[in-house]
């Protein structure tokens, strides 16, 4: 007498190669070019793997029993779940479906590693554009770019006042939004915010020692004339010659401070 697996031979498996043979249905599930598609799909297909066990084998004891799963008494329910269908029962159906070698094929074609590029790639894009301005401007730049009510929430909730610590920290709390992160990546997430601080403390350490100067170079193209809207806009803002921002007592404390407020968020 030979078993036959019907849900994961009659059911997953027809879906895993229906999924993976049709090359539009490909390059519209697991195409990473547009990252929150991907995680789009990639948590409802994981969701519907996860279930597929519980929902069928569930409908089809409900189907069998008349529709007393479905009719309200709770006392019923317990007792079909109980006698008819035990959770062992689904447990060791979900188990065969994620052993099935069509299982495995699935998982390889979600190219998760470029997934974490791309959001990596824009949580360092924003990084580095509020530390290039940063630069330029001082810390009384405005570099959040957030909304304001965001802005005045991590104001009264974590306690930041520089704009360049709460863009920093708005990045990382990013990462692990639910439509952001992945549970198989997360390491690589974990990873990747800590090379966020990083980067963040090596730019705060070289320029307080001065080997990165705040301010900038006065040249002939920053002079403001009332017919070049270029310049207008490269001027838009106050500029001070190249200087340390370690040699002000002023400037050394309110880091200091961010940095202890950064230090005691993130533990």
């Known amino acids: 007498r030979m078993d036959v697996d019907l849900l994961t031979a009659g059911v997953w498996v027809p879906i895993a190669t229906a999924l993976m043979a049709d090359t539009a249905i490909k390059m519209a599930i697991f195409s990473p070019g547009i990252a929150s598609i991907l995680q789009a799909n990639y948590v409802a297909l994981d969701i519907f793997l996860a279930e597929l066990a519980g929902r069928l084998l569930l409908s089809a004891h409900d189907e069998n029993s008349g529709g007393l799963l479905s009719n309200g008494f709770e006392e019923v329910d317990a007792f079909l779940q109980k006698s008819i269908l035990p959770k062992e029962r689904i447990g060791r159906a979900q ?94 997430f974990l990873r990747g915010a800590v090379q966020l601080v990083g980067r963040t403390v090596s730019f705060i350490s070289e320029s307080m020692e001065g080997k990165i100067k705040f301010g900038e170079e006065q040249t002939e193209n920053h002079a403001i004339s009332g017919t070049d809207n270029r310049d207008s806009e490269e001027m838009s803002y106050p500029t001070r010659a190249p200087y340390c921002w370690g040699e002000s007592e002023d400037d050394v404390a309110a880091v200091a401070w961010e940095l202890t407020i950064l230090e005691s968020s993130i533990r």
């Open 95 to 188: 188990e065969r479906i994620y052993s099935h070698p069509k299982t495995a094929e699935f998982s390889k074609r979600w190219n998760l590693p470029i997934y974490y590029q791309l959001r990596f790639g824009e949580s360092c894009t924003r990084l580095n554009k509020a530390v290039d301005q940063t630069k330029r401007e001082g810390w009384i730049a405005q570099v959040f770019s957030g909304s304001d009510d965001r802005a005045d929430e991590l104001k009264k909730t974590i306690g930041f006042e520089l704009t360049l610590f709460l863009e920093l920290y708005d990045i990382i709390s990013d990462l692990w939004r639910p439509d952001v992160i992945l549970k198989p990546l997360t390491n690589r």
